[in-house]
């Protein structure tokens, strides 16, 4: 298995430091960060590849890692990662505690790190990782039991390890890691498992635990009036995809998933935050500075925690997010205020969206007549309908309540008119998992 | 009253004397059997568990109903921590049986574990275990040994194999499983849950 393993990687990630992940669109031949740039934008700046050549691209190398022997919940066993490219030395993870160093000319393995992972570790939704992060020479990722580990860039040596989730309590970890200034940046996941979210900060070098925030308040906290009983304890709203970071403003912008359980509100009614979510985040204390709700009381399991995409326009700071209840947000990111809200696919349900003029949470008016999303179920066949009272919308299947079926795609994402735009989309639902 | 009367009355009653063959299973058949007459042992006497029991000597013939072995016919042995904090335990792969003894090994937390392996078949094996950092292979040539040492450090249940030939699905598959807690820094801030299973 180790055949040809060379053991040792160039230590490019040795000058990889904040300076230049702030500024990692200035260098296109490489991929610092999870989405390129701090911003979230994924884009690329190099032109060689473009719309005449590329039918051309070819399969210049592969890298396949198949499942050894047991693994846990191995239908979902995939590969989810996005590849961390320094200096021609590409670092990518693969599910079940693998990490590899590849060299990125012709994909020759450097070195390879795997963390033995129990095979009884609840994976609420999939046995994936989203990748590493990368900073001052190490390597940080994620195994599915909740650990934080730094590798030695050069040897694929652990440095540290940290714990920060509980798999007694379902709880898992899958997303990759932000390094940001010097610290690294981790999010929980399990939305599905009665756990409450949260985020943890930890000191680059050392590893010293630095801040949690959890994303539901407990009673007395702001915002645990929106949620009701003890639910807030089994609340969800896992942060299981990485953030994004402003310099400028030095605010982190993190989502959060789906209330827990997701599919039936009747045990927390409230608009349950900070469930669904965008939280700006001070990255040096954990402090929440403003906060965005995508879909109150959410029963769809939306589970916003979709990237929060960063851009300027006009002399102004705004924050994008494409939500899985089929809007487009603009939000101003200084201030988290309400922008604008298009449609792009077909809502599954009526949601309440928060404008300047009517808010679904404190600190702004209420909205006139309460709009949380509501669910109708109609059981036929052993399944659940969620019906949208959304009039002349389309009304899709979303999941089956029958636990042996797969999860349903909507039938077809067809138009429907809400507000001024009229989009129309084929495209599938995501399918990631937390 | 007079001790005559006294032994008298214990023999006659019958849950007395389920106590004293208790007491004398130890003696009569060895300690593992002892462990039978526990409460919670006696409790899983429900049918399905009888007959899964009855069958497994059946199946356990190769070439009678299956060729494999079943996983678990090799026992259970709890690791041992020494001075040095390391914990140790020692595996056999006996002749012509194509089984790991024991084939469930018992870490009481986690940490580093030293298995010893002797190869007392006329087969080759290997012994592929998990462990930090990478999976390890340890090579058992015929008749003779070789130790291993990895590092688990996350409770929960982990398996070890040979991959030599299919001998894993042929009974070579074991389990490793590591007690313990989550340490109370990594656990959520909440009241105590109801747990699936807990009493
Ligand atoms: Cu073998």
Redesign the pocket.
């Known amino acids: 298995m180790d055949a040809g393993l060379e053991g040792r990687a160039p230590s490019v990630v040795q000058g990889a430091t904040y300076e230049r992940l702030a500024k990692a669109r200035a260098e296109p031949q490489n991929w610092l960060t999870y989405y390129g740039a701090y911003d979230g934008q994924r884009y690329s700046a190099l032109d060689q590849i473009h719309s005449g050549n590329v039918k051309d691209l070819a399969v210049a190398w592969v890298f396949q890692h198949p499942p050894l022997g047991l693994v846990s919940t191995p239908v979902t066993y995939a590969f989810e990662a996005t590849p961390i490219v320094v200096d021609g030395v590409l670092f990518m993870t693969g599910p079940d505690g693998y990490v590899w160093a590849l060299d990125a000319a012709n994909g020759k393995l450097l070195w390879q790190y795997h963390h033995a992972i129990p095979l009884d570790v609840p994976l609420c939704c999939g046995n994936v990782n989203r990748g590493v992060a990368v900073a001052e020479g190490k390597v940080f990722f994620v195994n599915v039991t909740g650990r934080l580990i730094a590798l030695d860039a050069t040897t694929g040596q652990p440095v540290w390890d940290k714990l920060f989730v509980d798999v007694r309590a379902g709880e898992s970890a899958t997303l990759a890691p932000l390094a940001v200034k010097d610290k690294v940046l981790v999010g929980s996941s399990g939305g599905e498992y009665g756990v409450r979210g949260h985020l943890d900060a930890f000191e680059i070098n050392t590893g010293r635990h630095l801040w949690r925030r959890y994303t539901v308040p407990k009673p007395g906290e702001p915002g645990s009036k929106t949620w009701a009983g003890d639910a807030w304890a089994r609340g969800g709203g896992t942060a299981w995809i990485t953030g994004t970071y402003d310099a400028d403003l030095d605010l982190v912008f993190w989502g959060t998933g789906n209330p827990g359980p997701d599919f039936d509100g009747s045990m927390r009614p409230g608009d349950n935050l900070y469930t669904n979510s965008v939280l700006a985040l001070n990255p040096d204390d954990g402090s929440l500075q403003w906060h965005y709700q995508w879909t109150p009381h959410d029963v769809w399991d939306y589970d916003g925690v979709n990237e929060n995409i960063l851009f300027d326009q006009e002399g102004r700071m705004y924050l994008a997010h494409f939500d899985k209840n089929g809007y487009l947000f603009i939000l101003d990111r200084m201030t988290g205020g309400f922008v604008s809200a298009i449609p792009f696919a077909a809502p599954l349900g009526e949601i309440s969206i928060a404008t300047p003029e009517k808010s679904v949470y404190s600190g702004r008016p209420r909205p006139q007549g309460r709009t949380s999303a509501r669910v109708r179920p109609a059981r036929r066949n052993g399944r659940m309908r969620l019906t949208a009272p959304e009039p002349g919308c389309p009304i899709p299947r979303w999941w089956s309540s029958a636990a042996s079926s797969n999860p349903r795609p909507p039938n077809s994402a067809r138009a429907c008119r809400i507000g001024a735009a009229r989009w129309r989309t084929a495209a599938s639902p995501n399918r990631a998992s937390s | 009253m007079s001790t005559p009367l006294f032994w008298r009355g214990v023999l006659m009653t019958p849950t007395l004397q389920f106590i004293a063959l208790a007491v004398l299973a130890p003696v009569l058949t060895g300690c593992s059997y002892a462990g039978l007459v526990r409460p919670s042992v006696l409790k899983e006497l429900n049918p399905r568990v009888a007959a899964l029991v009855n069958e497994l000597p059946n199946v356990d013939h190769p070439n009678n109903h299956l060729v494999a072995k079943i996983y678990a016919l090799g026992g259970l042995s709890h690791a041992k921590a020494g001075r040095d904090g390391v914990m140790r335990a020692g595996i056999r792969?006996p002749k012509d049986q194509?089984i790991w003894e024991p084939a469930f090994i018992v870490m009481p937390h986690a940490g580093e574990l030293e298995l010893e392996f002797d190869n007392r078949d006329q087969?080759?094996?290997?012994a592929f275990l998990p462990s930090n950092g990478g999976r390890q292979l340890l090579y058992?040539p015929v008749h003779r040994r070789g130790t291993a040492r990895i590092t688990l450090d996350q409770p929960g249940l982990y398996w070890f194999g040979?991959p030599?030939?299919n001998?894993?699905g042929r009974g070579?598959l074991g389990f490793i499983w590591v007690y313990g807690e989550t340490p109370k820094e990594a656990r959520l801030d909440r009241p105590p849950q109801p747990q699936p299973e807990s009493d």
């Open positions: 792969v194509y087969a080759i094996h290997m058992l040979c030599v030939a001998h894993a070579m």
